[in-house]
């Protein structure tokens, strides 16, 4: 018994914070919060796990720097039989003394009464999954490859046809020839081979880079850190999602409907960004503004498992949203899905393919991946760029967001430095303008010819409040008469956009009616890219 404790506290998680349970008492001067301690480990198992650490940031950055360390070795001529031998022989010494190393951390652990009470409690849980049983385990910190799932996509879908995963949009393809197919499958197998590569090499963790494990360990105190202020502050429920891919999906809920206010009914899902984690992102924002709140990671980011490509990505939006429906209880129709960055992808693959949504919000997005990654990658990598682009991370926010017909609010940041294809001072290179256009003109082809896309290009040229006022009152709009048109339109006729409203129009009146939809549906903030939105830049977007 005593040696199978001891081989469970050696493959054991490893315990990070203890959170107090709510039926504990409340520190004093913090009333309705809970208040937390890290786990303190001893002597033995500190300086054990701290070598294990050590290792373990040193296997990853040999991970990532292998092919120019293996470069390196082929050229000294390292790479040959009678120098891998001893090589092997001095790895082969290392793993033993790790082996040794964990095993004392083990013995470390067996002799803490608190890491063995956390042990009982993992067991029991994983024998018998009770609500009683999963509140306990809450008040606990740990790798959360440990943590018992808490929903699964095939709890509320047919398994069998989950193999595949959500649908995507995909590129259409070229009409050709039988003949003519083969000759080009052949003449461009190269480049199929190379865009593999760099997708699931570089390009990936370019495109995503908190999926690097170096980062991540970097900002581990951080993402610690905003836990248990999540967990112990706002009473959040940290919940593991298994999606149709099995990827394992971490996640964050914060239930603000028990306290009464109307924006607590509501729940607001979180995309975050491409270096963005729950516990750091864009989730205080709503919280700020007293909604009800659900955070998750991207697979590969935090707690989170796989990797993040498009079809992944998809998957993991999906599981959330059927949690927060067959979960947690709240109707399409309560939702607001809110999203930074490149996590305008999930947001608008969430709107197409759930419709019934209360409205979409997103916050320093673009309208496609491809010219910001040609931005920064050379000119002549042009046509292998754009295969890698569409064929592995075709990020086509602004197609996604043409099949939603609800309410949508752009927020622009006006000195952002990373979706402007030339630089922050130059705001018309913001792509956040393509999106707005692409949207407006395919809901209000009538309104958005020539001329009014010449207005709303001249508003969105401006770069202040002021500048934006001055264009505005310029071209003297009258928003009672423009409210009153569109009013009438919907009132008369079908209102599945795209609306052909303006059709027998003066031009002054499209233009009018251009800047007006223009400002309903953009707004301005005077920031940089990774600012965090405050809570009073957070409305509910525009409906008739």
């Known amino acids: 018994?005593?040696?199978?404790?001891?081989?469970?506290?050696?493959?054991?998680?490893?315990?990070?914070?203890?959170?107090?349970?709510?039926?504990?008492?409340?520190?004093?001067?913090?009333?309705?919060?809970?208040?937390?301690?890290?786990?303190?480990?001893?002597?033995?198992?500190?300086?054990?796990?701290?070598?294990?650490?050590?290792?373990?940031?040193?296997?990853?950055?040999?991970?990532?720097?292998?092919?120019?360390?293996?470069?390196?070795?082929?050229?000294?001529?390292?790479?040959?039989?009678?120098?891998?031998?001893?090589?092997?022989?001095?790895?082969?010494?290392?793993?033993?003394?790790?082996?040794?190393?964990?095993?004392?951390?083990?013995?470390?652990?067996?002799?803490?009464?608190?890491?063995?009470?956390?042990?009982?409690?993992?067991?029991?849980?994983?024998?018998?999954?009770?609500?009683?049983?999963?509140?306990?385990?809450?008040?606990?910190?740990?790798?959360?490859?440990?943590?018992?799932?808490?929903?699964?996509?095939?709890?509320?879908?047919?398994?069998?046809?989950?193999?595949?995963?959500?649908?995507?949009?995909?590129?259409?393809?070229?009409?050709?020839?039988?003949?003519?197919?083969?000759?080009?499958?052949?003449?461009?197998?190269?480049?199929?081979?190379?865009?593999?590569?760099?997708?699931?090499?570089?390009?990936r963790r370019m495109l995503y880079p908190g999926s690097v494990g170096l980062l991540q360990k970097a900002m581990r105190p951080m993402l610690l850190q905003g836990q248990a202020k999540l967990i112990e502050e706002?009473?959040?429920?940290?919940?593991?999602?298994?999606?149709?891919?099995?990827?394992?999906?971490?996640?964050?809920?914060?239930?603000?409907?028990?306290?009464?206010?109307?924006?607590?009914?509501t729940l607001v899902i979180c995309c975050e960004g491409n270096a963005g984690f729950y516990e750091v992102g864009c989730m205080n924002t709503p919280l700020e503004g007293g909604y009800s709140v659900l955070g998750w990671n991207h697979p590969g980011f935090g707690g989170s498992t796989g990797v993040p490509f498009p079809q992944n990505e998809a998957n993991a939006m999906d599981v959330v949203i059927q949690f927060a429906m067959h979960k947690l209880g709240f109707q399409l129709t309560d939702i607001v899905v809110y999203a930074w960055s490149i996590g305008g992808f999930t947001a608008s693959w969430a709107a197409m393919s759930y419709p019934e949504i209360q409205s979409l919000v997103l916050d320093a997005s673009f309208d496609d991946l491809l010219p910001l990654a040609l931005k920064v990658m050379p000119d002549s990598w042009r046509p292998l760029v754009q295969h890698t682009v569409r064929q592995y991370m075709n990020l086509n926010n602004a197609e996604q967001l043409l099949k939603y017909q609800g309410p949508v609010l752009l927020i622009r940041r006006t000195r952002d430095e990373i979706i402007t294809t030339t630089g922050p001072e130059d705001v018309m290179s913001n792509r956040g303008n393509d999106l707005l256009l692409k949207l407006l003109q395919f809901r209000y082809p009538k309104i958005m010819t020539d001329e009014g896309i010449r207005v709303v290009r001249q508003w969105l040229g401006s770069s202040n409040p002021l500048e934006e006022a001055s264009v505005y009152s310029g071209y003297e709009v009258d928003d009672d008469w423009c409210v009153s048109v569109l009013q009438s339109y919907q009132a008369d006729r079908d209102v599945v956009f795209p609306w052909s409203v303006g059709e027998d129009m003066t031009m002054e009146g499209r233009r009018q009616l251009a800047l007006f939809l223009a400002r309903k549906y953009m707004r301005n903030f005077e920031a940089t890219h990774c600012t965090p939105l405050p809570a009073s830049e957070f409305h509910p977007p525009w409906r008739l």
């Open 1 to 203: 018994m005593a040696s199978w404790m001891w081989l469970r506290c050696i493959l054991g998680p490893h315990l990070q914070r203890i959170h107090r349970s709510t039926d504990q008492s409340r520190p004093e001067g913090r009333a309705g919060r809970r208040q937390g301690w890290n786990y303190q480990p001893r002597s033995l198992e500190k300086h054990t796990a701290s070598i294990l650490g050590w290792a373990s940031a040193l296997w990853s950055l040999s991970y990532y720097s292998s092919p120019l360390l293996l470069c390196y070795l082929y050229r000294k001529g390292y790479i040959c039989s009678s120098k891998l031998v001893p090589v092997s022989q001095y790895v082969g010494t290392v793993l033993v003394c790790l082996l040794g190393v964990a095993c004392l951390r083990g013995w470390g652990r067996w002799k803490n009464s608190e890491y063995l009470q956390f042990l009982s409690i993992l067991d029991e849980n994983k024998k018998n999954h009770t609500p009683t049983n999963k509140k306990t385990l809450r008040c606990y910190d740990f790798d959360f490859s440990f943590w018992p799932s808490d929903f699964s996509w095939t709890e509320v879908s047919n398994p069998k046809l989950s193999k595949a995963g959500v649908s995507l949009l995909k590129p259409e393809p070229r009409l050709r020839g039988a003949a003519d197919s083969v000759l080009h499958t052949v003449r461009t197998l190269p480049c199929h081979i190379i865009s593999f590569l760099i997708a699931h090499s570089f390009g």
């Open 234 to 265: 706002c009473d959040g429920q940290r919940n593991k999602l298994v999606a149709c891919d099995g990827n394992e999906i971490d996640t964050m809920f914060v239930d603000r409907r028990r306290d009464g206010g109307q924006t607590g009914q």
